[in-house]
């Protein structure tokens, strides 16, 4: 199911019964002269759609412009950066909404600088978008004091169950720390490209490699179909257990 092309019936049987609507985290990246800008996105978006194709879940319309930063390529590079503020404000208002809507399970699927699962900036603004989203959706729909309150008395109780709040938005990498242990994770390299061969084989020309030469990309002559089938199993098989 995809979000913007539901009717309210769709949106009101995933909210009823709990079904995941899960949101792809992309950039718009200079990934070397042989690979494409949409990259991380494209990966993100093609594992997600393998998954609708096993597990139900309603995937929402991809957030493309993020924070990307020039580490990897200047202003010219072609890479689109959104400053972290303005992009943090943005999804919250995302996220806001949805709460307001009544989605109460919903993940953010990210590619992009998720090497062992680390805090980067783009996933922190997500997180710290979530986490803004749901403190001022509590305080303005149950009232000021709302945690405090007797109603709340088995909080703790219920802190790992479904009506966590705190549970209502799940950022996530497409590769846990696991996968990435047991393939591999790079930029424009071997592992990367692999991967996106194996979902979108017209994103990647290795014929191109030798347009620019970068260190990251080198690698990148190694990459094969075969290794991204593999990296694509792999994900697919970690995302399938953890959007729940």
């Known amino acids: 199911m995809l979000l913007d092309h539901s009717f309210p019936r769709e949106t009101d049987y995933v909210k009823e019964n709990n079904i995941p609507l899960v949101i792809v985290g992309g950039t718009v990246e200079y990934h070397g002269p042989h690979c494409s800008f949409g990259c991380d996105t494209l990966i993100a978006e093609g594992l997600v759609k393998k998954l ?13 412009y993020s924070p990307s930063s020039y580490a990897v390529g200047g202003r010219k590079s072609g890479t689109v950066h959104v400053p972290e503020r303005a992009f943090e404000d943005y999804v919250y208002y995302v996220f806001k909404s949805l709460l307001y809507s009544g989605f109460r399970n919903i993940y953010v699927v990210i590619h992009h600088q998720f090497e062992q699962e680390s805090e980067m900036p ?13 403190m001022e959706y509590l305080e303005e729909t149950l009232g000021e004091g709302w945690w405090g309150s007797e109603n709340y008395a088995n909080y703790y109780q219920e802190l790992e169950g479904k009506n966590n709040p705190f549970g209502w938005i799940k950022v996530i990498p497409t590769m846990s720390t696991a996968v990435q242990n047991a393939t591999g994770y790079d930029h424009a390299g071997e592992f990367e490209c692999s991967i996106l061969m194996a979902l979108y084989p017209d994103c990647v ?22 290794l991204g089938k593999t990296m694509v199993e792999k994900s697919l098989a970690y995302l399938k257990d953890t959007i729940k």
Request: with cysteine.
């Open 52 to 64: 609708a194709e096993i597990k139900e879940i309603m995937i929402a319309p991809t957030i493309s």
């Open 122 to 134: 783009m996933t922190l603004c997500y997180r710290t978008a979530a986490k803004r989203a749901t």
């Open 205 to 226: 020309d290795l014929t191109r490699i030798d347009d620019k030469k970068h260190w990251f990309t080198e690698s990148s002559r190694k990459a094969n179909t075969e």
